[in-house]
């Protein structure tokens, strides 16, 4: 079947610009998990959605990171005012106690 | 915290020959789940093995498998016959049962298959 699907695959945008990610996890799969893989801090988690469930935040970095799940399907996770430090690959992964990840998207803040 | 340790940044091996990776956690818990993902060039994170905490047999998928010592918390992984498609960064993860199943990161091996 198909497997987790991120889009766009590279985005490159302005230091203050906003941007969106956006993932489409494994049919059926409830829980949908955002990480953020950089040079610096390696493999971090983010988010965490599970099913209609209130998404455990505790990962995200700052107050300009957001992300939200519709229809307990695609996720979108938003970056408000970017800065160059956010640049990095963002993944995507779905399923709980296996996690199988999408291709990423690598954000480049210029 | 659950910390991962990969104490290896680089490893290279001749093809067909056989190499094993090192990975090394700390936690208090007991149950969990440990992994080893394979994340080569073209940046799509693959599940190369998983092993569950409370089975004492060692995982194996095909040429890989993992030596799981539990008290030690060690959790190594064996490529047999390696083959130049094995080239790529190595993660070995952690994921605590019961909790939001994140998964805690090692900062990878970068293994290199020779012809």
């Known amino acids: 079947g198909a497997g987790v699907s991120q889009s766009p695959s590279n985005k490159v945008t302005e230091k203050g610009k906003d941007v969106e990610l956006r993932c489409d996890p494994i049919?059926?799969?409830?829980?949908l998990y955002w990480y953020r893989q950089s040079l610096g801090q390696g493999l971090e988690f983010l988010i965490y959605?599970?099913?209609?469930?209130?998404?455990?935040k505790s990962g995200l970095p700052s107050d300009r990171f957001s992300a939200e799940r519709t229809g307990g399907s695609v996720s979108t996770l938003t970056i408000q005012r970017t800065q160059q430090e956010d640049s990095a690959v963002y993944l995507c992964?779905?399923?709980?106690?296996?996690?199988?990840f999408g291709p990423g998207t690598r954000l480049t803040v210029l | 915290a659950q910390t991962v340790t990969q104490s290896q940044p680089e490893m290279s091996v001749q093809e067909a020959e056989t190499v094993t990776l090192s990975c090394t956690y700390d936690?208090?818990?007991?149950?969990?789940?440990l992994f080893w993902y394979k994340q080569p060039p073209s940046r799509q994170m693959i599940l190369v093995i998983r092993?569950?905490?409370?089975?004492?047999q060692n995982a194996t998928e095909n040429r890989f498998s993992v030596n799981f010592q539990k008290a030690a918390k060690s959790f190594s992984l064996k490529i047999s016959d390696s083959q130049l498609g094995d080239t790529a960064m190595y993660f070995c993860a952690f994921m605590l049962e019961g909790s939001n199943y994140k998964l805690t990161f090692g900062k990878g091996t970068l293994l290199t298959v020779n012809p």
């Open positions: 092993q569950e905490a409370y089975k004492q």
């Open positions: 936690t208090s818990e007991s149950n969990y789940y």
């Open positions: 049919s059926g799969h409830t829980a």
């Open positions: 959605f599970q099913g209609n469930s209130a998404p455990d």
């Open positions: 992964a779905s399923g709980k106690d296996t996690q199988y």
